[in-house]
């Protein structure tokens, strides 16, 4: 499992580049108009329940516009809170503050969204049960929102192709299963292996195989605790395939040691935050 730490120049650059993709190529037109004289102190509010994550993103995009702005956090990354709690207070120039808003909540929201999201299936699962991210992330952010997975009490499941062997359905359709499977083991180097199952039978045919885990795709919940019951004596067992918040409970009961959900990732919904005087 790969996990990711965040360095304070890779969150400067990423800051540095969503504040370019908004300034370029004449800086705020709008906020210009209001001269850059008057001090104002704003007060950053979640308007939800949230597990908030992306302040030292908020903090770098007012710094780098203005690095006399104040940016007072009252909650760090990873903590929950309650609708109306109070994240940070903001002072400085008021249109330095206002030309690094948008991008300063678009990293608080989206990061928070995804830890929110991640965290309410880490309650339903339980703690016998893991909650694991995938690769199905927005490109180029996928180290962003693995970071904020981890926040919501989530682990991260492999970080690119290279991190482990992941035999999935269009490589068994496109060899044997036992033949593909028998080459990753010869090559595997210190690489996880993991197979994807889709049904009994494929298990059936790759039990005693040296592998590490077993991924049981879409398969109803009888047919899961079966797969989980014959696996569990040689593998990790792993589930996946249209897993939600209605069904995550009964996933976890199979004994299944986690579950990979591509939606905390790619459909996690924004957290709203509020700048108010």
Do not use: W
């Amino acid at each position: 499992m790969s996990q990711i730490k965040l360095s304070n120049n890779f969150v400067r650059n990423s800051v540095k580049f969503a504040l370019n993709e908004d300034l370029f190529p004449s800086g705020d037109i709008t906020s210009k108009l209001i001269g850059n004289k008057k001090i104002i102190k704003l007060k950053l509010i979640s308007r939800q329940d949230a597990v908030i994550g992306g302040l030292l993103f908020a903090k770098f995009a007012f710094s780098i516009i203005d690095k006399k702005i104040k940016f007072v956090t009252k909650k760090k990354d990873g903590h929950f809170v309650k609708k109306n709690t109070l994240i940070a207070t903001i002072e400085g120039k008021a249109q330095n503050i206002l030309i690094a808003e948008r991008v300063a909540l678009n990293f608080l929201s989206h990061i928070s969204g995804i830890a929110t999201k991640t965290n309410k299936f880490v309650k339903l699962a339980g703690k016998g049960c893991k909650i694991c991210c995938t690769r199905k992330t927005i490109p180029n952010l996928r180290v962003i929102q693995k970071y904020a997975v981890k926040l919501g009490g989530g682990i991260n499941h492999r970080f690119n192709l290279s991190d482990e062997y992941l035999i999935k359905d269009n490589h068994i359709a496109s060899s044997k299963i036992k033949k593909i499977v028998a080459l990753a083991i010869k090559f595997k180097k210190g690489k996880k292996i993991t197979v994807e199952v889709d049904n009994l039978d494929q298990l059936k045919q790759i039990i005693g195989l040296k592998f590490d885990c077993v991924l049981f795709d879409n398969m109803s919940i009888k047919n899961l605790k079966q797969g989980v019951k014959i696996a569990k004596k040689y593998y990790e067992t792993e589930a996946s395939g249209n897993i939600n918040i209605n069904t995550i409970k009964s996933i976890a009961s199979t004994g299944v040691n986690r579950v990979s959900i591509g939606s905390i990732t790619h459909s996690a919904a924004a957290i709203d935050f509020k700048l108010e005087y």
